[in-house]
T-cell receptor
């Protein structure tokens, strides 16, 4: 079965610094999703990537998909306290349906 | 705003006492999912409904059941909760199960505690 590995597991960053979170799949990637989860809450959809080389940005968050490496990265520029939370990547389990398998998440702390 | 709403946010039940968690959506999506998420773990899909068709994941225990009386509502029933069932339960929706490349929309979750 497919597995998604996220690195690092946790990250502590000074406010204003840049950071990158990685998500690597053990199998071919179809749709790749990034979600943010605050502690004790649901998942908030950030971005979806579906084509190799695709890059999307929302405010200060940029995500890229490297289809050949079966990998996606999430980059935050000039981090702010509001960026703190758990970032989860998810991937479509197949090209035929919308079931998503998730990584365990990367816990991001921002130091003021 | 269209959204996915879960009730209650926090639920405490006794060991072995049946409990029902509720999810409603105003997105008019065809698919509704239930996930279980334990601390520091990935959300794990329990089952989903595509319209009225119920689809159980192979490793979902029989103790977990679901009902979808209409498009807007879906319930998760735990018949005899054990201590290992303490977790966050997440409800999600998507437009069409046969169409990948679309995000799922999540509620805020229900955190279930077992005494």
């Amino acid at each position: 079965s497919q597995e998604l590995e996220q690195s690092p597991q946790s990250l502590i960053v000074q406010e204003g610094k840049n950071l990158t979170i990685n998500c690597t799949s053990s199998k071919t990637l179809y749709g790749l999703y990034w979600y943010k989860q605050k502690y004790g809450e649901g998942l908030i959809f950030l971005m979806m990537l579906q084509k190799g080389g695709e890059e999307k940005s929302h405010e200060k968050i940029t995500a890229k998909l490297d289809e050949k490496k079966q990998q996606s990265s999430l980059h935050i520029t000039a981090s702010q306290p509001s960026h703190a939370g758990i970032y989860l990547c998810g991937a479509d389990r197949s090209a035929r349906d919308d079931k998503i398998i998730f990584g365990k998440g990367t816990r991001l702390h921002i130091l003021p | 705003d269209a959204m996915v709403i879960q009730n209650p946010r926090y639920q405490v039940t006794q060991f072995g006492k049946p409990v029902t968690l509720s999810c409603s959506q105003t997105l008019n999506h065809n698919v509704m999912y239930w996930y279980q998420q334990k601390s520091s773990q990935a959300p794990k899909l329990l089952f989903h409904y595509y319209d009225k068709d119920f689809n159980n994941e192979a490793d979902t225990p029989d103790n977990f059941q679901s009902r979808r009386p209409n498009t807007s509502f879906c319930f998760l029933d735990i018949r005899s909760p054990g201590l290992g069932d303490a977790a966050m339960y997440l409800c999600a929706t998507s437009r069409d199960i046969t169409d990948p490349y679309q995000p799922q929309h999540f509620g805020d979750g229900t955190r279930l505690s077992i005494l």
